[in-house]
């Protein structure tokens, strides 16, 4: 079993700043791709940022230019700094992990609200 866990969202307001945190455990031995994805309510879920296991990088258009993905093999862990955050940004942010057969493991989500 795979159990990736997110942390990190919160209250912020516009203009501020989150650092949101994903890792995952158990029997997962090799990781491909990781990245975040998030749903505003009514909405449909969304890319947000994505790194490869070659440090590729995507970032939605909304995104460029104020987040950053990371990640840290080792822990299996990726990381998405939020900077100058916006009401828009306001969402369920999951964290989508890939192994190296292609299999899918989603977090169960953190809110992230941006006040205006």
């Known amino acids: 079993q795979v159990h990736v866990v997110e942390s990190g969202g919160g209250l912020v307001q516009a203009g501020g700043s989150l650092r949101l945190s994903c890792a995952a455990s158990?029997?997962?031995?090799?990781?491909?791709?990781m990245g975040w994805y998030r749903q505003a309510p009514g909405k449909q879920r969304e890319l947000v940022a994505r790194i490869s296991n070659s440090d590729s990088i995507n970032y939605a258009d909304s995104v460029k230019g104020r987040f950053s993905i990371s990640r840290d093999n080792a822990k299996k862990a990726v990381y998405l700094q939020m900077n100058n955050l916006k009401p828009e940004d306001t969402a369920l942010y999951y964290c989508?992990?890939?192994?190296?057969?292609?299999?899918?493991?989603w977090g169960q989500g953190t809110q992230v609200t941006v006040s205006s």
């Open positions: 989508n992990i890939v192994d190296y057969w292609g299999q899918n493991f």
């Open positions: 158990g029997m997962i031995f090799s990781v491909s791709a």
